[in-house]
């Protein structure tokens, strides 16, 4: 049996474990962003499988997204030739 005194003690460990443990899940759920290099790794796998297309609009996104307009508009312009339904799409997601 627990003596009056230690009581609160005891209650407040718990509730200090219990909510340790609760972040430690909550951190755990929560996923990093990808980053420029995450994507452009993911473009330089498609490329290497033999998906031109996608690669070269991912990592036009990639120039698009870190305000690289010229990177951008270069993997547009090789889209032209390529797909020009991906191109056009790339051309939407390229700041003016």
């Known amino acids: ?5 230690r009581r609160p003690l005891l209650q407040t460990f718990t509730l200090l474990i219990t909510l340790v443990a609760a972040t430690v899940t909550a951190a755990a759920q929560i996923q ?4 420029v290099a995450d994507y ?3 473009g330089s796998n ?4 033999g998906e031109h297309e996608k690669a070269n609009h991912g990592l036009g996104l990639v120039y698009a997204v ?3 307009r010229t990177g ?3 993997q547009y312009y090789i889209l032209q030739n390529i797909s ?3 191109a056009a799409d790339l051309l939407r997601s390229i700041p003016k």
């Open 1 to 5: 049996m627990i003596s009056r005194n």
């Open 40 to 42: 452009f790794a993911a």
């Open 84 to 86: 020009p339904d991906i």
């Open 66 to 68: 870190t305000g690289n």
């Open 32 to 35: 990093q962003a990808k980053t």
């Open 72 to 74: 951008a508009m270069q």
């Open 46 to 49: 498609l490329q290497g499988a």
